[in-house]
T-cell receptor
Framework: KQEVTQIPAALSVPEGENLVLNCSFT??????LQWFRQDPGKGLTSLLL?????REQTSGRLNASLDKSSGRSTLYIAASQPGDSATYLC????????????FGAGTQVVVTP | DVKVTQSSRYLVKRTGEKVFLECVQD?????MFWYRQDPGLGLRLIYF???????EKGDIPEGYSVSREKKERFSLILESASTNQTSMYLC????????????????FGPGTRLTVL
């Protein structure tokens, strides 16, 4: 069974520093990997989706990489801002799923002014 | 913009009550999902539906049932609520195409925080 792990569970950085969030998964048989953001008490917002054939995706200050063979993805957030404070979750879609996602537990990020 | 709405943000029920959580999406998506989210455990899939009247069990279906009579609406039912069903419940719908672009993005509702006393 696919397992998705995010370490660390929590992270605090000063404003302006680059953020590096890690996600690892145990089975490389995936269609894609998605990064989400969740604000306290709210639903999830999709940030980036990387197909299994891609190595990275970029959107503004966000860049996500994927190394399928080693079962790892990294989300980089450049020049962090207090508004980036949130929980970030990664999710993989296994190849044998019907659109179902397997989520990590998330990394809670606090960016201090 | 895709919109997924859930019937309640907060709900308090008593043990043994039957509970209905409703989810509505406005983008004609075929696939819809119900998750629960608990601290340290992340999101776990309860049930999903790939089309009207179609449903499949997820990872933790025990104690739950679902209904999908119309494409835009997916309901989660707790037949007899128990305290261990106190949780945040999140609904999502899945887009496989946006214009001419093939995609695979899940759009989430704001969640319902359910407390069972």
């Amino acid at each position: 069974k696919q397992e998705v792990t995010q370490i660390p569970a929590a992270l605090s950085v000063p404003e302006g520093e680059n953020l590096v969030l890690n996600c690892s998964f145990t089975d490389s048989a995936i269609y894609n990997l998605q990064w989400f953001r969740q604000d306290p008490g709210k639903g999830l917002t999709s940030l980036l989706l990387i197909q299994s054939s891609q190595r990275e995706q970029t959107s503004g200050r966000l860049n996500a990489s994927l190394d399928k063979s080693s079962g790892r993805s990294t989300l980089y957030i450049a020049a962090s801002q207090p508004g980036d404070s949130a929980t970030y979750l990664c999710a993989v879609r296994p190849t044998d799923s019907w659109g179902k996602l397997q989520f990590g537990a998330g990394t809670q990020v606090v960016v201090t002014p | 913009d895709v919109k997924v709405t859930q019937s309640s943000r907060y709900l308090v029920k008593r043990t043994g009550e039957k509970v209905f959580l409703e989810c509505v999406q406005d983008m004609d998506h075929e696939n819809m999902f119900w998750y629960r989210q608990d601290p340290g455990l992340g999101l776990r899939l309860i049930y999903f539906s790939y089309d009207v009247k179609m449903k499949e069990k997820g990872d933790i279906p025990e104690g739950y049932s679902v209904s999908r009579e119309k494409k835009e609406r997916f309901s989660l039912i707790l037949e007899s609520a128990s305290t261990n069903q106190t949780s945040m419940y999140l609904c999502a719908s899945r887009s496989v195409r946006e214009g001419l672009k093939i995609t695979d993005t899940q759009y989430f509702g704001p969640g319902t925080r359910l407390t069972v006393l």
